[in-house]
């Protein structure tokens, strides 16, 4: 029988997921010589065997791959015979051009939990428990190849019997870099808010009797630390919020299990599905009316924000725990998550009553991922822990580009060749830890991934801290990109979309080409150009970003513009001055123009009788929206008007027709019913008169407003109703936390062309 020799080159996530130990079980069962071997142009393997016994190798490859591993491409070619006498995993090598991918940190495995919960098992109760199908990866990587000396594991010396384990070939922790043992590894311990170390047996069992006191407990995990409260128990919850300065914005949750989740939220089989998921994002989910849970911990909110446990920690601590517990970022207000641990006794000294810590180093922070079920998918609000830093593969080739996002939600992106990696969730830029944890991303990308970005691309806000840095970058090329363009190429390229597409980018707001701030747009167009086919009507917005944190005087602005100074006497005016607002108006003093969606929902939920000041950022359009009953109403009547051959959306008749159903006493619920059903109208108006002018039938739907569930749903139905094709987010944000993908793009097709 002749045997051949083929090199075989394994690329994707196949780096820290077993994928070694597996090709070697594989190659020790079929019979075949030869090695495999990790480098940084991804897995080697060299085969010897008959052709019938290689071809059944490499079949299995593809067949029976880890878990957790993801082949985006495996190729192979035929060399000379070594005549090798057995099946070796070589130690892998460093090499210059790198293609390998990462995995992200995921939660672990139903086997290592057998071991954690068990007795006899060594591990018993070890909250570092992991091997090669879970556990950390992105947030302990330093650099690449994926090896133990390249993470934070660097500082644990594997025991003999650790040792043992990674050095068995058929052993699960066989080359699991986090391996590590009671004796041999990370260590927890629980302090006082004062730094003084608690002599208790077990810290974990410690912690769980504090947080059933009411304590606010600061627990160290896998992104970083979060700080962690009894959920049901409303004072502290209330405490809580005073001292990390969140007023309303909902908390996130962990509960023990499922069976716990039910007791509180609506859950579906796919919600299920995705709340038990490797990736264990928080979920956010349908509330039950009369479920136990602190008021506080969502005031006024339908939904709530929900996750399973995800590291054995997190196992240990609710093991004998029924109560539902808030495990929030560890910050004070919308700083970045703390991940050091002198870094979390100063930062949160005054917040947290005990810190339950571990000398496990957190190399890159990475706050839990956020998403919701929607129309058949899962949509992520917010991309992070499990899922980053897996690549959005695009169609699309070219010289590497960093995008560098908008202002808020900032996420960055790194497109190499097919592959756009995309940061964790950054921040608010305006926020100085923010902007620093933002610089060290992008040098903390390029590096694992080994990049040289030719081109930087930026938003076309000029004062957008993302934009000075990319502007203080020496000796290389940068682009401005206009955010809404942003946004509509975003959600072309995660569907892998190429030709010129009819946007609807419903968002708060964004820098336009003509230095208005733009927001409620439609445009035509795709990756190297956008024409801007229709607009909401541009109206002052009194204050500017006070305009935003005060939704009652954008409506004040917006009955100013359509009654004059007539305006009608509406019961929210009752108690409000409304002459500076107007004087502000009518002397130009800081009030920019603006064709913002999100401020246009801010004004209808403030004049019908919906919130006048925000504490979160949407809350006002949020609960307007949660106030919707049927789509079936009728809309308020609007006009579309032809100016400069454009199309501008006129705000005035939709104000007087609301204002009408205001004065006839009709409820905020039949008011939100009728308004979404206004917007979902005026978007097929638009969409069939785009259609008819350019013959394009593909729409995508972007932008921050498009977090609204209702307007979501209801505007594609309508659309496919009416036999367009609709695209829409799920692999990035719709909000600000997806543009730098469509940034990344735009840069990079209009280097090549
Ligand atoms: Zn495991
Ligand atoms: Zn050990
Ligand atoms: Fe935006």
């Known amino acids: 029988m002749k045997i051949v020799r083929k090199k075989i080159n394994v690329q994707g996530i196949v780096q820290g997921v077993g994928f070694r130990p597996f090709i070697y079980n594989l190659a020790l069962s079929i019979k075949i010589t030869g090695?495999?071997?990790n480098t940084s142009e991804g897995v080697i393997i060299e085969a010897e065997g008959t052709i019938k016994q290689i071809d059944n190798f490499i079949k299995n490859i593809k067949l029976n791959a880890p878990p957790l591993s993801l082949i985006t491409d495996i190729s192979s070619s035929e060399i000379n015979t070594k005549h090798s006498r057995e099946f070796i995993i070589k130690k892998s090598q460093s090499n210059k051009s790198v293609a390998t991918l990462i995995s992200p940190d995921i939660a672990v495995c139903q086997d290592c939990l057998n071991e954690l919960f068990d007795p006899n098992d060594r591990r018993y109760h070890y909250p570092f428990i992991n091997c090669t199908n879970c556990g950390p990866r992105y947030t302990i990587i330093d650099n690449i190849p994926y090896d133990r000396p390249y993470t934070s594991m660097k500082d644990f010396k594997m025991c003999p019997d650790c040792q043992k384990e990674y050095d068995d070939p058929s052993n699960r922790r066989f080359h699991a870099q986090p391996n590590a043992c009671p004796k041999c590894g990370p260590q927890v311990q629980l302090f006082d808010s004062n730094h003084n170390l608690q002599d208790v047996e077990d810290p974990i069992v410690a912690t769980r009797k504090k947080l059933r006191d009411g304590k606010i407990v600061a627990i160290k995990g896998l992104g970083g630390y979060h700080l962690a409260v009894d959920a049901t128990n409303n004072e502290m919850v209330q405490k809580l919020r005073k001292l990390k300065g969140r007023d309303e914005k909902p908390f996130a949750l962990m509960v023990r299990d499922l069976k716990i989740a039910h007791q509180y939220c609506l859950i579906s089989n796919e919600e299920e599905q995705f709340l038990q998921s490797p990736r264990t994002p928080i979920i956010l989910l349908k509330k039950l009316s009369n479920c136990r849970i602190a008021e506080s911990v969502a005031p006024g909110n339908d939904y709530l924000g929900i996750m399973l446990p995800y590291t054995p920690l997190h196992h240990v601590l609710f093991e004998d725990l029924d109560t539902p517990l808030i495990m929030t970022s560890a910050n004070y207000s919308e700083e970045p998550i703390c991940i050091e641990n002198d870094e979390a006794f100063k930062r949160l000294e005054n917040i947290a009553d005990y810190f339950l810590i571990h000398n496990r180093d957190i190399y890159l922070r990475s706050d839990d991922s956020v998403g919701i079920f929607l129309h058949n998918k899962f949509r992520y609000i917010r991309r992070s822990r499990g899922i980053v830093p897996q690549p959005v593969f695009v169609k699309s080739t070219g010289p590497a580009v960093l995008a560098v996002g908008g202002e808020l939600k900032n996420a960055i992106c790194l497109l190499n060749e097919g592959k756009a990696f995309i940061s964790q969730h950054i921040g608010d830029l305006e926020n100085i830890e923010a902007?620093?944890?933002?610089?060290?991303?992008?040098?903390?990308?390029?590096?694992?991934?080994?990049?040289?970005?030719?081109?930087?691309?930026?938003d076309l806000h000029p004062q957008y801290f993302s934009t000075q840095w990319a502007k203080e970058q020496p000796n290389i090329q940068t682009i401005a990109v206009q955010h809404h363009h942003a946004h509509l190429t975003a959600c072309m390229a995660e569907n892998q979309l190429t030709e010129p597409v009819i946007g609807i980018i419903m968002d708060g707001t964004g820098y336009g080409t003509d230095g208005t701030i733009w927001g409620g747009e439609i445009l035509i167009g795709g990756y190297s150009n956008f024409d801007r086919f229709a607009h909401f009507e541009q109206l002052p917005l009194p204050g500017g970003d006070a305009a935003i944190k005060s939704p009652w005087r954008t409506a004040i602005s917006y009955l100013y513009k359509t009654f004059d100074s007539s305006i009608p006497n509406l019961p929210f005016i009752d108690n409000l001055d409304i002459d500076p607002i107007i004087e502000m108006i009518d002397k130009n003093i800081n009030s920019p123009l603006t064709s913002s969606c999100g401020r246009l929902f801010d004004a209808v939920a403030a004049m019908s009788g919906g919130r006048q000041t925000i504490r979160y950022e949407a809350q006002a359009a949020i609960e307007l929206m949660q106030s919707f009953e049927s789509i079936d109403v009728r809309p308020f009547s609007f006009e579309i008007e032809y100016k400069m051959e454009k199309r501008v959306i006129l705000i005035q008749p939709i104000i007087r027709s609301l204002v009408r159903s205001i004065q006839n006493n009709?409820?905020?619920?039949?008011?939100?019913?009728?308004?979404?059903?206004?917007l979902v109208q005026i978007f097929l108006e638009i969409a069939n008169e785009a259609r008819n002018e350019t013959g394009i039938n593909q729409i995508v739907l972007s932008g921050g407003v498009f977090q609204n569930m209702v307007l979501f749903e209801h505007t594609i139905l309508t659309l496919e109703k009416a036999n367009f094709r609709v695209y829409t987010h799920?692999?990035?944000?719709?909000?600000?936390g997806g543009i730098s993908l469509g940034q990344a793009m735009i840069g990079r097709t209009l280097t090549s062309s």
């Open 435 to 458: 902007y620093n944890f933002f610089k060290m991303t992008i040098e903390h990308l390029q590096r694992i991934f080994d990049v040289k970005s030719e081109l930087i691309v930026h």
């Open 730 to 736: 799920s692999q990035v944000p719709t909000n600000d």
């Open 35 to 37: 090695f495999v071997a």
């Open 666 to 678: 009709e409820s905020f619920s039949k008011i939100s019913s009728r308004f979404h059903k206004t």
